[in-house]
């Protein structure tokens, strides 16, 4: 099959520029060069490299540009090394890890870099302290908490970053205190009048869990 080297060479600028890209190179142009480049450029790119090219090396160049490169790496190369590289760049790439390599260690870095990771976390994982890794990288993650490893501390931490998180807050932890909390970080004024705040408390009291 003939090949055009100055069209060869324009793909390959253009792959170092952008290696989504490579998902519109033609097939006869596609090498294991080109693909390198690509997957350098943009871990993302790997959904594009032919499995021929998909190799355990480009993989690992993958997840360490890209976590979520993970997800597109064939299953016989997701080994140890290469799920933790992926999950220390992006932490719900655990989502993407064989369960056989899903460690303690695993599951604290993938919550230390993402605290919404904890929704992937396999239940004999999860425990108080991967809990509030979580909440402490991201608020959010008070939704994926299960309910025996919330507790008082853990609510004030996620409020106090958005006020926002009340919404995830059991009902029985909605205080007076938390709810001013909230009210801080959720409007522009740094002083809440105490009236304002009792008066929003009383509609909090009628929520449901």
């Known amino acids: 099959m003939e090949i055009c080297p100055d069209k060869y060479n324009e793909y390959l600028e253009q792959v170092k520029e952008d290696g989504y890209v490579l998902e519109d190179v033609p097939k006869k142009y596609i090498t294991e060069e080109i693909c390198k ?10 959904q594009y490299v032919p499995e021929e090219y998909r190799t355990e090396e480009l993989c690992k160049l993958a997840v360490q540009k890209n976590g979520y490169a993970l997800a ?23 989502n993407f890890v064989p369960l056989e390599y899903i460690t303690e260690e695993i599951c604290k870095l993938a919550v230390q870099q993402n605290g919404l990771a904890l929704e992937y976390v396999p239940d004999e994982f999860i425990t108080e302290e991967l809990c509030k890794l979580a909440v402490q990288q991201n608020r959010f993650a008070l939704q994926y908490v299960p309910l ?3 507790t008082e501390e853990l609510v004030k931490i996620a409020v106090q970053q958005n006020g926002r998180t009340l ?7 909605r205080t007076e205190e938390l709810l001013f909390i909230a009210q801080q970080t959720r409007l522009w004024h740094d002083n809440i009048p105490t009236v304002l705040t009792k008066r929003i408390f009383k ?7």
């Open 37 to 46: 480049l690509a997957v350098q450029q943009n871990g993302f790119a790997l």
């Open 148 to 150: 025996e490893y919330i």
């Open 72 to 94: 597109w790496s064939p299953k016989k190369y997701r080994n140890e090394e290469i799920c933790k590289l992926a999950v220390r760049q992006y932490g719900r790439t655990i």
């Open 203 to 209: 509609i909090y009291e009628t929520m449901g869990e």
């Open 167 to 173: 919404a995830d807050v059991p009902k029985k932890y």
